[in-house]
């Protein structure tokens, strides 16, 4: 959910999951804010992980009673400002509609696809029919990740350089590590060829 959830609509019900986690930052609010949805009938089965205010209804010498769920896992003062402020970033999303964003980064999928194309040196780690607007990528050669992101970031343009989490996958593919560059409903085709030229000055001086 973390990763997705920013991209296109979603519906619980159609993905059939008992667990759907969010994260504010990822949906353009505040570190340290998220969500999750857990279905009736797992919730009923989970005990409180934390304890504290609002969660129990009632404590004696002999034990302990918790709230009806959600509550009983709403232990503590809650982060209220971050959760405030995600609150805001997911109006913003749904007004601007969530399909819109859906089709905005598809376009600029596809815009960037028809860039790399006569970029023979550029190797992209990814080719699926209908992916995301994100390109992990390396280029022939012998040049690092981290050099490539360093001119890059000196051209205006921020990527993620290392093996983002997936060392194993990496391992399989035969790669190191990749820069990755992931696009958002902020971006624009402009930027995509400002990212290309990047790419070229990285291939001259690193090809």
């Not at 601007?96 to 970029?119: I, P, Q, S, T």
């Not at 029919?129 to 012998?142: D, M, R, Y």
């Not at 093996?163 to 696009?183: E, I, N, Q």
């Amino acid at each position: 959910g973390s990763q997705g959830a920013v991209h296109r609509p979603v519906s619980i019900p159609e993905i059939g999951c008992d667990f759907y986690a969010i994260t504010g930052h990822k949906l353009y609010g505040p570190s340290g804010s998220g969500a999750i949805w857990i279905s009736k009938d797992r919730m009923a089965e989970m005990r409180p992980f934390l304890g504290g205010g609002d969660m129990i209804r009632e404590v004696t010498r002999d034990g302990v009673s918790y709230n009806d769920p959600p509550m009983k896992f709403e232990a503590g003062t809650p982060g209220i400002v971050q959760q405030i402020g995600m609150g805001v970033a997911l109006e913003y999303l749904m007004d601007l509609g969530m399909a819109n964003v859906a089709a905005h980064e598809a376009a600029l999928r596809d815009y960037a696809v028809a860039r790399f194309k006569g970029l023979n040196w550029l190797n992209v780690q990814g080719q699926a029919p209908g992916k995301g607007a994100i390109f992990s990528f390396t280029l022939h050669g012998a040049a690092h990740a981290h050099d490539i992101s360093t001119v890059l970031d000196k051209k205006g343009i921020a990527v993620r350089a290392g093996t983002h989490c997936a060392m194993p996958l990496l391992d399989h593919l035969g790669v190191g590590a990749t820069c990755r560059a992931s696009f958002g409903l902020y971006n624009t085709t402009e930027e995509v060829d400002r990212l290309v030229e990047a790419l070229e000055l990285c291939h001259e001086l690193f090809g």
